[in-house]
């Protein structure tokens, strides 16, 4: 029961500007973390698969941080394609939805973290193997975290984002 109310509210209000939690007009900051908390994982596995790839293949730094940035919308938009494709909608609906709800923040992910890491001495150039690799990276994506759950908080507000996702979770 208290479901179908949920379901009913969240239905009664699309299209109206209202976020899907917290009071009308607004969503809980909380509710932007957990979508830029999702967006985050994709964005860390691609993140260091690309590195490890680009290092294994003993590529540079530019083709290894291109490649990373890849493997970051790929995993960003799989992680919500399954999501999406597990309450039964077909395929493309699934990609189109996953592509308006991830393209900004995995976006502004990315440019956040590759910046940090691109501005941090030595963090290029430092190997997996390295401690400075890993902490440049944690502190890169813990930048990115902060300054994306914003985004997410206002893009959720307005019906974008992650509340799109939401709608086909039930």
């Given at each position: 029961?208290?479901?179908?109310?949920?379901?009913?509210?969240?239905?009664?209000?699309?299209?109206?500007?209202?976020?899907?939690?917290?009071?009308p007009g607004?969503?809980?900051?909380?509710?932007?973390?957990?979508?830029?908390?999702?967006?985050?994982?994709?964005?860390?596995?691609?993140?260091?698969?690309?590195?490890?790839?680009?290092?294994a293949l003993?590529?540079?730094?530019?083709?290894?941080?291109?490649?990373?940035?890849?493997?970051?919308?790929?995993?960003?938009?799989?992680?919500?394609?399954?999501?999406?494709?597990?309450?039964?909608?077909?395929?493309?609906?699934?990609?189109?939805?996953?592509?308006?709800?991830?393209?900004?923040?995995?976006?502004?992910?990315?440019?956040?973290?590759?910046?940090?890491?691109?501005?941090?001495?030595?963090?290029?150039?430092?190997?997996?193997?390295?401690?400075?690799?890993?902490?440049?990276?944690?502190?890169?994506?813990?930048?990115?975290?902060?300054?994306?759950?914003?985004?997410?908080?206002?893009?959720?507000?307005?019906?974008?984002?992650?509340?799109?996702?939401h709608r086909?979770?039930?």
């Open positions: 029961m208290r479901h179908e109310a949920h379901s009913r509210h969240e239905h009664g209000h699309a299209g109206h500007g209202h976020g899907h939690h917290g009071s607004g969503v809980t900051w909380s509710a932007a973390a957990k979508a830029t908390l999702h967006c985050l994982t994709g964005c860390a596995i691609g993140e260091v698969l690309g590195m490890v790839v680009g290092t003993g590529w540079g730094n530019t083709p290894t941080m291109i490649l990373a940035v890849v493997l970051a919308f790929f995993f960003g938009y799989a992680l919500t394609l399954r999501g999406i494709l597990s309450a039964g909608v077909d395929f493309r609906t699934a990609f189109r939805v996953a592509l308006a709800a991830d393209t900004l923040s995995i976006a502004v992910m990315e440019a956040i973290d590759n910046g940090v890491i691109a501005l941090w001495p030595g963090a290029m150039d430092a190997h997996l193997s390295e401690p400075l690799f890993w902490i440049a990276l944690a502190l890169a994506l813990a930048a990115a975290f902060v300054l994306t759950t914003p985004v997410n908080k206002w893009m959720i507000g307005r019906g974008k984002g992650h509340a799109v996702v086909y979770h039930h």
